[in-house]
């Protein structure tokens, strides 16, 4: 059975030096390479976890751009077809912002835009981020955001579900969101929204198998199965270690397919592989 990673970066090694990682890396005890990683790496972690594809995104923020969309595309042109590329943007510059997408997307093959709340300050329903929800509908794309609290140095506020992301959700309903991160400690929250929009996904990178919460196993397992995709947060989280403990949650096999590629694969538009 295929495995789609729908939350992961290629890290340069501005990302990994960035002083908001501090606290991921008090939790993982990694280090700061003093080389770039090589693409080789990200694969190799994907073939020991059984992940047959990844999407890797850049990373824009207001103190400068961690990992360009053209790096991202140098990464998926590297990974023989096993990496995806998701766009980020600046949001301070709404119309280049705008253009930048368009040209990652039409250009570069970019499937997706994501944008990190936290990393701006700026909650999802904030006026910045709406020139680019019309974009991503235009485009066909959907946007991929974080959700629940934030593990590296900033504030959680912006990772509300309500009212944030549910706002966007109502004005924007061709918009396809993926909330990435489940939305803990409002992952109750987070459900309600998928449910509510049928365009509203939720994401479980940045937990392992073990740490789902019980209401997103129940929602999983029953009217959400066509509603949460796997995700790593890789390479906070290794593939193998994220996905251990998965025969204990129980599932049927249409819902693991559905979990592990069904959904991402019809969600981002990728070919399915056997």
């Given at each position: 059975?295929?495995?789609i990673?729908?939350?992961a970066?290629h890290?340069?090694v501005?990302l990994l030096?960035?002083?908001?990682l501090?606290?991921?890396r008090r939790w993982?005890g990694?280090t700061?390479p003093?080389q770039?990683?090589?693409?080789?790496?990200?694969?190799a972690?994907?073939?020991a976890?059984?992940?047959?594809?990844?999407?890797?995104?850049?990373?824009?923020?207001?103190?400068?751009?961690l990992?360009?969309n053209?790096?991202v595309?140098?990464?998926v042109?590297?990974?023989?077809?096993?990496?995806?590329?998701?766009?980020?943007?600046?949001?301070?510059?709404?119309m280049?912002?705008?253009?930048?997408?368009?040209?990652?997307?039409?250009e570069?093959?970019?499937?997706a835009?994501?944008?990190v709340?936290w990393?701006?300050?700026?909650?999802?329903?904030?006026?910045?981020?709406?020139?680019?929800?019309?974009?991503?509908?235009?485009?066909?794309?959907?946007?991929?955001?974080?959700?629940?609290h934030?593990?590296?140095?900033?504030?959680?506020?912006?990772?509300r579900?309500?009212?944030?992301?549910?706002?966007?959700?109502?004005?924007f309903?061709?918009?396809?969101?993926?909330g990435?991160?489940?939305?803990?400690?409002?992952?109750?929250?987070?459900?309600?929204?998928?449910?509510k929009?049928?365009?509203?996904?939720?994401d479980?990178?940045?937990?392992t198998?073990?740490?789902?919460?019980?209401?997103?196993?129940?929602?999983l397992?029953?009217?959400g199965r066509?509603?949460?995709?796997?995700?790593?947060?890789?390479?906070?989280?290794l593939?193998q270690?994220?996905?251990?403990?998965?025969?204990?949650?129980?599932?049927?096999?249409?819902?693991?397919?559905?979990?592990?590629?069904?959904?991402?694969?019809?969600?981002?538009?990728?070919a399915?592989?056997?």
């Amino acid at each position: 059975m295929a495995i789609i990673d729908a939350w992961a970066q290629h890290p340069t090694v501005r990302l990994l030096r960035h002083e908001m990682l501090d606290s991921l890396r008090r939790w993982t005890g990694d280090t700061i390479p003093d080389q770039p990683p090589p693409v080789s790496m990200t694969l190799a972690a994907m073939d020991a976890g059984g992940v047959d594809t990844a999407l890797i995104s850049a990373w824009y923020g207001p103190e400068g751009v961690l990992i360009s969309n053209d790096e991202v595309a140098g990464f998926v042109a590297e990974s023989g077809g096993r990496l995806v590329g998701v766009a980020s943007v600046d949001l301070r510059k709404p119309m280049v912002a705008v253009r930048e997408l368009r040209r990652a997307v039409t250009e570069l093959g970019m499937k997706a835009l994501r944008i990190v709340p936290w990393l701006w300050g700026l909650p999802p329903n904030d006026r910045r981020y709406y020139p680019l929800y019309a974009e991503c509908v235009e485009l066909g794309i959907p946007f991929c955001t974080q959700v629940g609290h934030t593990g590296p140095l900033r504030t959680s506020e912006t990772g509300r579900p309500i009212p944030y992301l549910d706002d966007v959700a109502l004005e924007f309903p061709e918009l396809v969101i993926v909330g990435g991160h489940i939305g803990y400690p409002w992952t109750t929250e987070m459900i309600a929204v998928a449910t509510k929009y049928p365009n509203v996904y939720i994401d479980t990178s940045a937990y392992t198998v073990r740490r789902y919460p019980p209401e997103l196993v129940a929602y999983l397992k029953s009217h959400g199965r066509g509603k949460v995709l796997f995700g790593t947060n890789y390479p906070m989280i290794l593939p193998q270690r994220a996905l251990a403990g998965l025969d204990d949650l129980g599932l049927d096999d249409e819902c693991r397919e559905l979990f592990l590629s069904g959904n991402a694969s019809r969600i981002f538009g990728l070919a399915k592989s056997d």
